[in-house]
Each structure stands twice: as C-alpha cells, then as structure tokens.
C-alpha cells in the first residue's frame, strides 16, 4: 500500500496527540492515585515520588479526596506542608574513626582498616540512598597462623622437614609483622571402619606388621596440640614429640580437622584483632560430606567445636565430614583465611575447592615441606594484595550494589574489590543501598573489609543500622 504525504502527516500528528496523552496525563490520573491507598503505609509503597496527607480536613468540600497524590499536587490542593507525609532515605555516621597507619604500637581494638566503622541508614522502600566508604592496608598488623597438618604415614619425611618450622617461620614473617603468633594441630582420619584400621591389633600401633615402617601412634580424627603463641621454642618443642599414624582408605579426615580449628576459637586462641591464616599441609585427598555414611554415620556435621579434655576431636567417629558449603560458612564467619599446602599432583583438585570455598588460595608443596615458608610468605602476600567487602545479615529485600575506586582513581561500577595493593594503600567504595518493602525486624547488616575474599577483622567493622 501506499502512502500520500498527507497521509503521513496525519499519523505523525495522531502520534504526538498520543503520547501528550501519556506523557501528560490529565490531573489526577497518576500512579500514586490510581493506586486507591487507603492508608499512609499503603501510599508510600507505591512509589517513592507518593506523599500522605494527614491533615484531618483535607479534600472536604472538593470532588477530588485521595490524600495519596504527588507532594506538590497535595500543596497545590490546600495540605498543609507539616501535615505531608513523605520520608526520604537518608543516612547518617554513628562512628567514623580515621584509618590507622600502623597496626603495631597500641591495643588491637585501636587499630582501624575500615571507615566509617558503624553508619545508620533510613531507606523508604522503592528508593535509593548511597554513601562511600574507604579501606587501607595497614602496616604491621598482627598475624595468628595456625599450621594444621596431615600426620597420616606418607607425610612422615614432612614431619622431619619442619621439626624447626617455627624458629624459621617466626623469622620470616617477622620482616611483615612485629606482632606473629603460631600455633599447631595435626589429622589423619576417623578412626573406624572403613576408614582406618580396627583391628584390635591396630588399635595401639596401626602400623603394627607394617615392614618399612613398623611403629606409629594410634590412629586420630583431629588433634589440637600448640595453642596460638609467640614462644616459638615451645612450638618447636611440641612439634618435635609429634609421630606419624596410619589410616585405611587414601582419602584423610582433613576437612574435620579444618573446621575444628575454625569454630574452637577460644582453645585455638584465635585474636579478634589479627589476619588469621590456617596452613593446611597434606598429600592426599579429603573425604567429604556423605562419606561418612560409608561407615554407618548418618548424622550431618553441626559446625560446633567438639574438643574433648585431651583436645582431640570427640565427634569424630559421631558425625559426616563436614560438607564444603558449611566449611565456607564457618571459615568467613571465624575470618579465617585458608591456604592449601598441597602436593602438585594435588593442585587442580584443591584448585577446584577454592572455587567453592570462599577466600581460600592453593599452593604447592614439594613432596619433603622444604618449601613451606616460602609457600606461607607468598599466599600471605597475595592475601594482603586484595581488599573485597563483603554484608552479611541483611535482610533479602534490601538490594545493594557497589562501585570500586582502586589505586588508579578510576570509578569501577559492579565491582566490590580490588587487587595488585600495597601495604599502606587506601581504596574507596561506593555502596548503593535500595529495599522494596519494610524488613520484618530491625536490621542490622554487618560490612567488612574482606581481603582475599574472606572477612577480615576492620577495627570495629562497619555495622550498618538499618
């Protein structure tokens, strides 16, 4: 078919007619009334332009009565200003100490990574507040590193490796921090069927007929031997009385003995106030959560610390391994930062897990441990080259959404993290925070300076107030 010019004309003003009409609606055709609130919580959850007049006469005497309307169509119809409902976001800085230089040289409470530390936000569902918060990574900040090590019968020539490993590691990691404590535990597996030997031969000396090596200790799940310390000597001391044992299967109890050392902060002596690193040294495989059944347990790890009197593991041979999603859990919310030791033919199966288990790294240990202080002083490198934040507890109906300004000053929208930093760098962030309804109860989410992916202690951790 075709169209004369006048034809066309005729359209293009039909067209223009058409969208004046939805583009200018006539008076009280708007969203805010077309929405027949009845109730001021009602209009302000339309959308975030509506406004509630509560003015008791307001519309008397008049066609037009819907008290939800725009602010200015409300003034504009005889509603006094203070009698217009119509709450805005907003927030404000409860506390905003200004970011420490230097992590040595006063109390651990004192030292400040994030600011500000605790804001109070005021968000009126549909809208949209910001504010800006800023991190550094201080100099000397002090470092608990727990040295968790498979003692099962392969890692025997290990042991012998790192009989002197604190007097070594406390020298080197005395060049990042004046402030080290080490501590020590060992694992080999869950001492039942099929797991381990049970015997009653094996039950003293499982390596019991065993040629190339005929003595061991009896078999364990977890055991916690150096609690967190600075005397190095009395580390190199316990270390030193440490022996091997020997399990069944390939597979070892690792990820028992991970989440022990997690979740026991209290026996491990974990510091509120430091980086805590977890060194996890082995040469096999870890069983995972429904291997346990294999062995008749059924019931599903609870993510409790189970230290009996002796410091072992108690619940080893009660409850599964624990699964990879709880060790997660319980690894961010203890800001434990793990790093698998592992041998190279190991590397990609643990590569793998780190993908699953937030904030951990792998490395490669050679088949003797000779390079494990070196291995310890790389990943505590690249761990403190990477600044992320991280919100835990908020509630689903609040939307936040973060924009990076990292050490080259340009703004990156979507991104909450940044790498390739020094020590003594500071970075920004942008943290938009939007909700759609009112949450159920008070909520108080909880931001953290993350570095390399795990919750890091900040010095009084930005709490947000909602």
Not at 99 to 124: H, Y
Request: hydrophobic share 35%.
């Amino acid at each position: 078919m075709r169209w004369s010019p006048g034809t066309w004309m005729w359209r293009a003003a039909l067209c223009c007619a058409l969208l004046q009409t939805f583009t200018h609606p006539v008076r009280g055709l708007n969203m805010c009334m077309s929405g027949s609130a009845t109730s001021c919580e009602e209009c302000l959850l339309i959308h975030p332009s509506c406004a509630w007049c509560a003015q008791e006469d307001f519309g008397k005497g008049r066609t037009l009565t819907s008290r939800c309307d725009f602010r200015q169509n409300l003034e504009k119809r005889g509603c006094e200003a203070r009698s217009i409902e119509f709450p805005t976001s907003s927030f404000s800085i409860l506390q905003n100490r200004p970011l420490s230089s230097k992590g040595s040289g006063s109390s651990q409470d004192d030292v400040v990574q994030i600011m500000p530390q605790k804001i109070s936000l005021s968000l009126r569902p549909g809208d949209q507040t910001w504010f800006g918060v800023e991190v550094r990574q201080v100099e000397d900040y002090p470092v608990d590193l727990y040295y968790l090590m498979d003692l099962s019968l392969s890692m025997k020539d290990d042991l012998d490796t790192i009989r002197n490993l604190g007097t070594k590691l406390a020298q080197e990691m005395g060049k990042l921090t004046s402030n080290f404590r080490l501590g020590f535990g060992s694992f080999v597996d869950k001492n039942m069927s099929p797991f381990s030997y049970t015997a009653p031969k094996y039950q003293e000396n499982p390596c019991s007929g065993y040629k190339l090596f005929p003595n061991c200790v009896p078999t364990f799940g977890f055991r916690h031997i150096v609690s967190l310390t600075d005397k190095v000597d009395r580390f190199n001391e316990e270390v030193q009385k440490q022996m091997v044992s020997r399990n069944r299967d390939a597979p070892e109890g690792g990820f028992d003995a991970i989440l022990q050392a997690a979740v026991c902060k209290e026996e491990i002596g974990w510091r509120k106030g430091a980086y805590h690193l977890l060194v996890f040294a082995t040469d096999d495989v870890p069983h995972l959560a429904l291997d346990g059944r294999l062995g008749g347990l059924v019931q599903p790890h609870d993510g409790r610390c189970h230290l009996n009197d002796n410091n072992e593991y108690s619940a080893s041979t009660k409850m599964d391994y624990p699964s990879l999603a709880l060790l997660g859990e319980k690894l961010a919310e203890n800001n434990i930062f793990l790093i698998f030791a592992v041998t190279k033919r190991l590397y990609v199966i643990y590569k793998n897990f780190t993908a699953l288990i937030p904030g951990t790294t792998v490395e490669i240990l050679d088949q003797d441990s000779k390079n494990v202080i070196q291995l310890i002083i790389t990943a505590y490198n690249n761990i403190r080259s990477k600044v992320e934040l991280s919100v835990w507890d908020h509630p689903k109906d609040i939307g936040l959404s973060f924009t990076a300004t990292c050490q080259d000053g340009k703004p990156l929208p979507g991104l909450r993290k940044c790498a390739d930093l020094k020590i003594g760098d500071t970075v920004s962030f942008n943290v938009s925070v939007k909700t759609r309804s009112c949450p159920g109860r008070r909520a108080k989410p909880e931001l953290h300076h993350q570095a390399g992916g795990v919750q890091r202690p900040s010095g009084g951790a930005g709490g947000l107030s909602v």
